[in-house]
């Protein structure tokens, strides 16, 4: 069975503090995809990024990085510097593959509250 | 902009309703998604269509329907057979050149019952 656990309910930090949210997934695909989604209080979740599950590069986008490792099944996401607009739910999500067809598993979210 | 628009932002309803909740996107995206969202629960799939007049079931189908007569359109009823319907329903699309499954996602209807 396909699985995504996000076991930080909610994180507060102080603004210009680095954070870091875990993602563990599990599958017995040897083919699949990770995300990482934002849903800030207007409610839309916005993608942030996808990977692969043969691409374990780590990946660096301004003050955002990701830290892939099959070893452990973990999809981590650090916010560097965080700033109040970084206030979020942060969503992990792994899928089989790609196609319509193939779900989209989302783990159970973190409440990221960035305070000033 | 290309986008997709939920309406209504917000909606009440009484027990025994039935309620229908819009989704139109202009990003010429050929598959949508409807979602679930309930505190501590993350999103869960309740119905999704690759094409006009296709549509498959997702996790949580009971109590829901939904119609794909337009390729901008994929309305969501949620019938009195759901037996817990409030919640944060999103909808969201895929197109063709996306890469795999990497959806936009719509501002979300919150459906409260009374």
């Known amino acids: 069975a396909q699985k995504v656990t996000q076991a930080q309910t909610e994180i507060s930090v102080v603004e210009k503090e680095d954070v870091t949210l875990d993602c563990v997934y599990e599958?017995?695909?040897?083919?699949?995809?990770l995300f990482w989604y934002k849903q800030p209080p207007s409610g839309e979740l916005v993608f942030l990024i996808r990977?692969?599950?043969?691409?374990?590069q780590n990946e660096i986008s301004g003050r955002y990085s990701w830290n892939f490792q099959k070893s452990t099944s973990s999809f981590n996401f650090t916010i560097t510097a965080s700033q109040v607009v970084d206030s979020a739910v942060y969503f992990c999500a792994l899928s089989q593959g790609g196609g319509a067809t193939n779900k989209l598993i989302f783990g159970t979210g973190t409440l990221l509250a960035v305070q000033p | 902009d290309g986008g997709i628009t939920q309406s209504p932002k917000y909606l009440f309803r009484k027990e025994g309703q039935n309620v229908t909740l819009s989704c139109e996107q202009n990003?010429?995206?050929?598959?949508m998604y409807w979602y679930r969202q309930d505190p501590g629960q993350g999103l869960r799939l309740i119905y999704y269509?690759?094409?006009?007049?296709?549509?498959q079931k997702g996790d949580i189908a009971e109590g829901y329907s939904v119609s794909r007569e337009k390729k901008e359109s994929f309305p969501l009823t949620v019938t009195s057979a759901q037996k817990n319907p409030t919640a944060f329903y999103l909808c969201?699309?895929?197109?063709?050149?996306?890469?795999?499954?990497?959806?936009?996602f719509g501002a979300g209807s919150r459906l409260t019952v009374l």
């Open positions: 969201a699309s895929r197109g063709r050149r996306t890469g795999a499954n990497v959806l936009t």
């Open positions: 269509s690759q094409i006009v007049n296709d549509f």
């Open positions: 990003l010429n995206h050929d598959a």
């Open positions: 599958t017995r695909d040897t083919t699949y995809y």
């Open positions: 990977r692969n599950s043969f691409d374990e």
